[in-house]
Structure formats: structure tokens, C-alpha cells
């Protein structure tokens, strides 16, 4: 399966070092030791790993020390999509939706073992979710867990803090068109029974008592 | 120099430092609230951003500045465009009636802060527009409950400041704080006051009566479809209003810029530190409140301000009126 | 006066006639009698147990290879009286999508059964005829498979985006495709009335809930909860498990409250085996259970009143569950999805430190109680807000099927813990608060005084728990042959588990009755009238978890 990973760095051109006599800062430095230290969430929570979110939000773990405390519902006025918990196929139209309404630059999470890659629901010939957050929209960084501790959310927090300052911010995104569940074990599926067999009583009877019939 | 020269020089200057003043207080009021919402809620807030977190809100400027500005599809261009100047516009040009020291007021106009209220109804105009040209029901839904309630907590917002202009017999700030040479106007209206400071709270969307940007029920109210520096100005403009509404409060109600205790120097200089002072100390009553008390829905809020606030500040001016007469009739 | 049940049986017997009956122990299959009936007669058998005040506990069905098997489950608050009455769906060798397996709908009787049938349909590809709204529930509208038959082996397409990517062309232009009508009428008549989405990213964190209201101005005429954007197979994929292998499946139905799912699953096949825990393992599965209860009505509390705008008091709520947490994560080692109950006894057995932490626990948090009294229970805003809202009369109540704390606030004192008792629950004292408005405050109040009962349960276990071991040691791998129900009480309320057995590694069909699922269920009931900021109130106070709803 191939990686595609895509560069999702914010500035376009740099300005030609100068060095001795006089020290400049680069506009883009500034710009992203900015954007680094304000990262603006979404409140965006899906399943388990949401509580772990709102815990990391809350007294305890406080994450507004660092700067990414003021969560933002509306997705226009959000940079930072932390993907918690698992994504079923209906909601992927809403993922995908809100991902395009947040303005550049975006950055996203995939908080948990389920926006990774599926996490435990995944099963040979599953029907109902996506296995992985990174099939349509590019993440820049994964924190295993089920759920992760708020110290893990926030910690990923900071990797991606230390991603954009210094400019190595990568989206990374996997193949989107898989044609068997990633799960490859083999399947227990059985058929049906007879409803006939099934209402027999179980063999050598024990004495038929009137309450015991099965 | 010509006089006009002088007035020119004059306004350009007040501008500039009116201008600065506004950003950097709108940033320390941003930082401020951060810091007083996490004490009450135990925990730190930010802290690592700079010396105790002062940098942070510099931060977020820079970051909102350099954000992409977004159109939505089929909304109104011009007027989406326009919203946010409407809103922030007039609550800075509030600060041309605020008498800083005795003789250190840019326009002492004769009609002081009914100025003010009527520039700030213009900002109201801006966030209907701001919530129609969105294109967004949330958006519409949210201006309309916020012009909803700026109309309602216009007429007790007036109405309990004629306590104090019948008992000052002016409506010019400076002399409105030169009125209060040995009573604060707080001890003789106390009900003008709270009246004052509620409906203050309203006009600036504060909870508990932040029912236009309810945050849990309409996604963002009027601004969701506003990014970037455009959702800034809303913020500045919110911000910068709180503390205009302190501001006037205090010289109204808590004597500008008198010392508060009677020996200490209150001259040009000092003045503007004791009104800095006061009004600070309402602002962090206003966010005090805001995170203690849940919100009151639309209609509750409509009640509350017609059914309670009106009768209550009319029966503030019928006693006031009352009590003047009286004195009048016996000294 | 007569004993209802035999009532019920003998009306059965006599008028309906049905195909099969057996009558069984409720002890051991957790029903007292299962009768097969005709199609022709189950709306008879549905309007009579109505008449007698029984609840609909439970709509599933079961496919064998002849036939499909449509089972209710009817139940009463006044007494245990669990009845299952089965019709048969006759497959004719056909295939779902011939559209030839039909059944009648008992929606017009039981209003809760029109979620279930809509899910049987969309699992199963039974026709309930007569549904107001036969369409799919928990996947989107263009899927085409029929998940839990057996002869669906796995989508081919596991994990194919495009497909899914295909419905968001659908989901923007859903609503011309659903509501046609009201479309062109809004075009063409210009009224007054809108529709407004709320979700599914929605700031009151109740999970991907999506409800569709029809709104006049801001008055709200109907609402439609639309749900299933966080349903995770969980019933196929206990099809191909083993039953060791479903335990982490029990922590992530219902995260907050995990340990009544463990306790459910555990009650279940302890009593399919036949088998009796260690005394020491009830008391330790009680304790974990309030503290768990605890913790989950502290975060809903932290929840709701963060929808009704008090931003602090989530703060307060959330610093004393992570106390709690600390307490439950030093024996079991998670914070939120727990998988410590095993059959016949628990993971490992608990640390030696955990019981001197919770005695220094109770009285500080007893304290923060009082506190929360003050600074919510008593605030004027908070009344306004709450009282006279969203009131839930006892008939629709029974016509929902809701369970749990929003039925003791309207009056019924039905807790399963004391109605049909399970592990050492007879044994300790303890009330159930009810309250009879049926409103939010009542919702919010009987929550609150919960917690209060939670810690009497915990301070009465801790004294009288006894020394001794914690598992049975090794049981065998499979469940004995047969039909088992099983219920508890967790904190949204009745959460029960129907399994069929045969007798070999994997269950046949396991079907989780979860309690917010009937509980969303009755907002269209509560909404009509209210409006926009009283929806967002309401919904926070009846008290849901998608994913248990969506499984």
C-alpha cells in the first residue's frame, strides 16, 4: 500500500540569509512560531476518545496553559481538526465537509487507535466504518491509544507544535481505494441454522422438568 | 499655528493613541479574561506563551491575521465584507466624550455618553448585517435574537442614567465627575447602578445574556461564517465595548477620575490611573458573572428587560425626581 | 386481586391461541414464558399488553435458515413479568431484496417500536407493513446490504472511500431527496416555517447526533432525530467472536458508564453457564459499578449545564470524576473504556491502596455536593431554564420505553436494581429518588440525588466486603444451547442482552437493548412547542451516548 505523503508547508518563498552584521527574524518564522503557539481546536468529538479530549480541556490537564484551549464550534474560525473516535461511512461526508470549510492553514489530529486506522472495530469483512481518518483527509500527526490519556492528546499537541515551527508540517495520507478490509484473519462467518434443529431439546434429555423446556 | 492646524495635529494624534490604546487593551482584556475564567474554573490558564502568558494574545493576533479569508458561496459580498468595520467602527470612536483628568477630554460634547449609545446602536446595525449576508440560517438566527435584545436594553440602559443627570443637571461628562466632588453617584443610586451595569452587560452580549452567540446552541451565532481578521474585529469589538461600558459606568457611578480616598492626588496624571483602575475593577466584575451565572433563553431575556429593568429604572427617576423636588421645597 | 401474569397467559392461551408455548423460569432465561403467534395476531397480543400497562422492552429478530424470527419482549414496572411472544417470518427461499418478507407493524400501539422495526428492516430486510416511515435508521439511505443475515459474509468493498464519498452528493442534496414535498412547498407557498439542522458537529457534546427540526420562527413544530453516524457493528462482529473476545466490545458501547455494561454482559452468561461468582467478586462488581455511576453522572452534569451556558461548574464536575478515575484506573488500569469483569469473577483483584482512598473520597465529595446544590440547584436562572420543560407524561413514557432516571422523574419508581434484583443489590440499603414533574429540573434533580444514593451503596460495601477469591478458575469456552435474556440497571437506565446460543464458541445473535435508544426516542415526543434553546436543554437532560444508541 503506498503512502502519499503531501508538503503542507506555509511559506513559499524564503528570504536569502544574511548573517554578522544584523540578525533578522523571517516574517515566516514569526508566522509560524504564531500559529504554533494558537492553535485553535474544533470541538469535534465522535466516540471514547472525545471524553479523553474534554478531559484534557478540563481542570486537571488544562490544556489552554499551552495555547490550544479556546475551542471553537464553528469550523471557519478553527486550525486544528483532532479527529476523536471512530468515523462510520456516514459520517465521512460531514468529515470531509467540515475539513474544507476551515480555512488554510489546517492542521489535523487523528486522535486514537480508530481515526488511525480503524482501531478494535475493524474485523474481516466489515461494513460500517472507515479504517483510518487518513483515507480522505491528509494527518499530520497519529496518537495510538484506545482511548489515549489527555497527557498523549497533549503531547501530540506539542509534536505538531514542534512540526510547525520548524516547517517540517507533512500531511500524510494513505491509499484511499482498498478493495478487501485491512483485516486480513480469517472470518468465523457461519451460515444459518434450522430453526427446527435449534428448538430440539438438547440430547440425552435430563428429566423434563416444566420449567426447563429450551 | 492656526487653530485649525492645532485641531488637525490634535485629532491625528488622539487617533493614534486612541488606536493603540484599543489594541492593546483589547489584548489585555483577551489575556485577562483567560486568566480570571481559569482561576474560577481551577486551573491555570495560559501560562507558557510569553511572561505568564502575555504573549498569547499576540499570538493569536498574528495567527488570525495570516489565516485564510473565506467568502461563503451566495452570500452578500460587499455587505459580509463591510459587517465587521460597522461593528467595530463606532465603539472606538466612543472614546472621544471620556474625561480622562480635569481639563483632559478630546470633545467635551453637551450631550456626553448619549453620544456613545447612539454610536453603538450602529454596531448592532453591523452585526444584523453581518448575520444576514453570512447566507447561514445559524447566523441569521443569532443577529436577529442580538438586535432583538439591543432594542430591549436600549430604553433601560438611558432610562437609569436620567437619575443621575437630573441630579448633575448636565448630560457633559466633565461635569458629570465635577458633580460628584463629595458623593459618588453610587451611594445616592444604587438601583441606577446595577440597573446601568445589567443592561450594559446586554448591550455588549455578555452572558448570562449571550444569547445571540450562544455558543452551545447556534454553533457560533452571528459570526460562524466569519474567519480570520474579520472575526478579530468582532472580538476587538466586543472587548473594546466591555470596556467602554466600564469606562462610563465608572464616571457616571464611581466618580472618573477622582481619587477615591480623599487625600490622594488626582490631577492629570493621576486621574486617568484612578479611572484605569475603576474600570478594570468593573470588567472583572463583568467576567466574574460570566462565568458564575447559566444563560437566561430569548424570551426570558425580553422579560427581564421589559417587565423588570423599565419599571424599575422609571421608579428610579420618579423617586429621584422626587427627592430633588423636596429638597428644593425645603432648603 | 389476581396476578396479572397469569392473566396475560391465560388471555394468550385462550384467545390468541398460539403456535408454540413454553412456559420458562425467570430466573435462569430471564423470561417467564415465550409464545410463538401468528402475524394476524400480534396486534391483538401488542394492544393487550398495553392495556395492561406493559412497556415494549425490546423489537428484534433472528435469522434462521427457514425462517426469520421477529421477538418481542414486553415487560411491567410493577413486578418482574418479562413475556417474550415471537412471529414467524416465513423466507420462502427468497432474498431480501424481493421484498417478500412482510410483517405487520405495531408502531400505531407501541410508539418505541418504530425505531425498532425501521432497524430490523434495514439489518434484516423485513417489510413491516403499516410503518408511517419504513426507511433506514443506522446506515445511510443508499446502502443496499442487509448487515445481520447470515448470508451476508463482509462487504467486499472493506474500506472503499468512494463509496462513501458518493454520499456526500447525498447528504448535501438530502434533504430535496427525502422531503420532497416540503421543498416544493417552501418554493412555491412561502411560509413561515424553516428547517434547521442541528449536528451532526454540534457543540453539546452528546456525540454525532444530528436532529432535524421544522422550526416557525424559533418555535419548534417537529423534530426528527436522525442518527447512525457512529454505529460500529457491534452485533455482527459478536457474531464471529469468541465470548472472551466480546468483553472490549462491552466497554465501548456506553464508555461513561462501562462497568454496568460489564455487569450486564457478565449477569448474562453467568446465568446462561449456570454458574455463581465468589461473594467477594459481587461486592467488588457493586463497588466499581457505583463508582462508575458516579463518575458518569458527574460528567453528564459537567455537560448539561455547559449547554445551558454555566461554563463552570463542567470544571468543578470534571476535576471530582478524575478523582474518581484515579481510584477505578489503580485497580483496573483504564480511565474510560473498562473490560474488568470476566465470567465468574473479575480481571485481577483490587489494589490494596483503593480502599483507603475512597474512604478519604466520600466526605469530600459529599461536600462538593452541597456546593453544587448552591451554586446551580438554587440559582434563579437555572430554574427558569429548566422548570415546566420538556414534561414526560407516564403514557408516553410507557408508549417510549424509557428507562432509567428519566422514568423516575416522571413519577414511576422502576429501578431494575430493586425490581428485579441481581448480585448483592437485596442485600444493601439504599432509595430511588422519584420525583413526579417530569421535567428537566426533575431530570436533573433525581441525577443529582442519585449520586447520593451511589455513596451509601459504596460506604455499606466497603464495610461488609469479604476477603476471598476473585475467579471461578476456568470455565468452558461456550455458552450451553439456548435463549437467555438478561437485564441491569446502568445509569442511562435498562440495558438488556438477549442471546441465542448454539452451543458453540460464538454467539448466534446477541442483541443489545440500550437504554438511550428508546430514551432518544421520546424527544419527539418532548420537543413540539419548546424552543430553540430549550431543545439543546431537553436533550442534555434525558441523558444519551450515541454510540450506545448506534452501536
Known sequence: ?214 | MSFILQEIIKIILYGTLVTLFVSVNALFLIWLERRVSARIQLRRGPIHVGWQGSLQTVADAIKLLTKELVLPKESDKFLYMMAPLIVFAPIVAAFLILPLGPHFVMRDLNIGFLFVFSLTNISFIGIFIAGWASNNKYALLGSMRAVAQNISYEIPLLLSTMGVVMAAQTMKMSELVAAQEKTWFIATQPLAFLIFFCASLAEANRAPFDIPEAESELVAGFHTEYSGMRFALFFLGEYTAIFISSAIAATLFLGGWRSPVPGLPAGSLAGPFWLLLKTYGIVFVVMWVRWTFPRLRSDQLMNFAWKVLIPFAILNVFVTALVIQCQKFFA | MPVLEKDITSWLREVVKPEEFNEKNLKTSGVLFEAVVAQNKIREVAREFLAQDYFLESLTAVDFAECLEVVYHFNRWSEPSRSCVKILVPKNDGKPEDGRWTAPSISSIYKSAAWFEREIFEFFGIIFTDHPNLKRLLLPESSVIFPLLKSFKGEPAGSDVTQSLKLMKEDTEGFQILYPQQVTEQATKHKRDYYLNLGPQHPSTHGVLRVLLHLDGERVIDAEPIIGYSHRHHEKMMEIQTYVACWPNMGRLDYVGAMSYNFGYAVLVEKAMGVTPPPRVEYIRVLTTELNRLASHLLWAGTFLMDLGAFTPFFYCFDDRENILDILEMTTGERLTYDYFRFGGLDKDIHPDMIPAIKKFIPEFKKHLKDYDGLVTKNIIFKKRTRNLGILSKEAAISYGVTGPSLRASGVPFDLRRAEPYSIYPELDFNIPTRSEGDVYSRYWVRMKEMEESLKIIAQVIEKMPAGEVTLGKLPKNVPKGEYYSAVESTRGLFGMYLISDGSLNPYRLKLRTPSFSNLNSIIHMLPGCLISDVVAVLGSIDIVLPEIDR
Open chain 1, 1 to 214: 500500500m503506498e503512502i502519499k505523503e503531501t508538503l503542507l508547508t506555509t511559506d513559499t518563498q524564503s528570504l536569502s540569509p544574511v548573517s554578522g552584521v544584523a540578525n533578522f527574524f523571517k516574517v515566516e518564522d514569526v508566522f509560524n512560531m504564531a500559529r504554533a503557539n494558537s492553535l485553535w481546536p474544533l470541538t469535534f468529538g465522535l466516540a471514547c476518545c472525545a471524553i479523553e479530549f474534554m478531559a484534557g480541556g478540563a481542570a486537571r490537564f488544562d490544556m489552554d496553559r499551552f495555547g490550544f484551549g479556546v475551542v471553537r464550534p464553528s469550523p471557519r474560525q478553527a486550525d486544528l481538526m483532532i479527529v476523536a473516535g471512530t468515523i462510520s461511512r456516514k459520517m465521512v461526508p460531514c468529515i470531509k465537509t467540515l475539513y474544507d470549510q476551515m480555512p488554510a492553514p489546517k492542521y489535523v489530529i487523528a486522535l486514537g487507535g480508530c481515526a488511525t486506522a480503524g482501531g478494535p472495530f475493524k474485523y474481516p469483512g466489515q461494513y460500517g466504518i472507515l479504517e483510518g481518518i487518513d483515507k480522505i483527509i491528509p494527518v499530520n500527526v497519529y496518537v495510538p491509544g484506545c482511548p489515549p490519556r489527555p497527557e498523549a492528546l497533549i503531547a501530540g499537541i506539542m509534536e505538531l507544535q514542534r512540526q510547525i515551527k520548524s516547517k517540517e508540517v507533512k500531511g500524510t495520507m494513505t491509499q484511499a481505494v482498498v478493495h478487501d478490509s485491512q483485516d486480513n484473519r480469517p472470518a468465523e462467518y457461519k451460515n444459518a441454522i434450522s430453526r427446527v434443529e435449534f428448538r430440539k431439546p438438547p440430547t440425552p434429555p435430563a428429566a423434563p422438568s416444566p420449567e426447563n423446556k429450551s
